[in-house]
């Protein structure tokens, strides 16, 4: 919201120095303003953030370098202002079109910085702004401030890492171009710039929607997967297991699958998703493992997140009791774990020892998933 509302707030200073709408004390007091509102906002959330967790007893989380948060050194600022302006470029070329190819959408988006470079310029040219010096001064300054304020928490902390979600304030870019376009190009120019502009979102829209079907046709095949495993493993525990041992992924689940190409890159979608997305870290997120609470309840079937027919206690905890990392090493070099099957066949669950031992796929090295 901080960075939707920053870039919103240069963009709306952009148009006002191009319409010279206000002196230039007004302009200043502006600038001021807006310093001390987002200075006293973010001191404001630190604050509260740093009473809740001191009420609570809560220490910070690691995700995104939350607790990271104000250690910035200086060579930390100079490494996220260059990422700022790496991204902020790849963004508008897939994530760079040298890996990965040109495709419709970076086409689409290429004729599209072409579109507001060319508005900004005409309108530039056309208001007068060329001819007053703080005003063009200004302006570069806003126009520099974009990409800075469309990645800004990369300021923050060192283990930021942005994804899509966080970058809605880029929309904004596009709004201004056709701002840019309606009042300071003439309409036969601006209408090409239209044209591009409904592409884009054309493209997009339709990518997305392909993205989401894949999506959901993921969590439905991991849910109902994971539903079945679940069961499986709860039906041979006997009281003596303690621990479950996963090897391998379903529909060989790997990192690399999200930047594989695809036919869907070729209609310009940024990560190409597994189709599948079965791994022992999305099982845990559906399912539960924790053998417990089956013994003591008399269940032999799987509590599913999110299913409200299923009673469960309040301090429920989806959870493996995994193996460590040595003893799954080990059990996965013996010979009956070799001999195994792979999923779903009969025999791809079973019990060895005081583990229950569920074979994804084929173990091709000693260290499992």
Known sequence: YVSFAFVLAVCYFIVELLENRREEKQYRNWIAAQVLIYS????????????????QGFTASSYQGIDRVGVMGAGDLVSALMKIVGD???????????????TVYSVLNMLFVIAFAFGLLT??????????????????????????????????????????????????????TAVLFDRWVRPAISNLA??????IVVNNSVTANMYYNLMQQSFEVTKSVASELSTRIHLLDDGEVKFVAIYGGLGGYGQEDH??????????????????????????LYTDFDLSYYRSN???????????DIPAPQDWEFRFPLLDKA???ALARTEQVQ???????????????????????????????
């Not at 006293?40 to 740093?50: D, E, N, Q, S, T």
């Not at 902020?88 to 990965?100: P, Q, S, T």
């Not at 269940?299 to 999110?306: H, T």
Request: hydrophobic fraction near 55%; charged fraction near 15%; proline fraction near 5%.
């Open 40 to 55: 006293c906002a973010l001191a404001g959330y630190y604050l509260v953030w740093k009473v809740c967790l001191a009420m």
């Open 88 to 102: 902020f470029v790849k963004f508008f070329l897939e994530w760079n079109i040298l890996d990965h190819g040109v």
């Open 123 to 176: 309108a530039v040219w056309k208001s007068g702004a060329a001819k007053r010096k703080i005003h063009l001064l200004l302006l570069l300054l806003c126009v520099a401030a974009l990409p800075v304020g469309c990645f800004i928490w990369y300021l923050t902390s060192p283990d930021v890492v942005y994804h899509a979600l966080m970058l809605q304030s880029v929309c904004l870019l596009y709004i201004l």
């Open 194 to 199: 239209l044209i591009v502009l409904v592409a």
């Open 259 to 284: 930047f594989r190409h695809d036919r869907l890159r070729q209609l310009g979608g940024w990560k190409v998703i597994n189709r599948t997305i079965l791994s022992p870290m999305f099982l845990s």
């Open 298 to 308: 008399d269940l032999e079937y799987p509590i599913v997140e999110n299913d409200p």
């Open 327 to 329: 003893e799954r090493d």
């Open 339 to 369: 001999n195994m099957p792979i999923w779903p066949a009969r025999d791809s669950v079973a019990v060895i020892g005081d583990t229950v031992v569920v074979k994804l796929s084929h173990i091709e090295a000693a260290s499992p998933q």
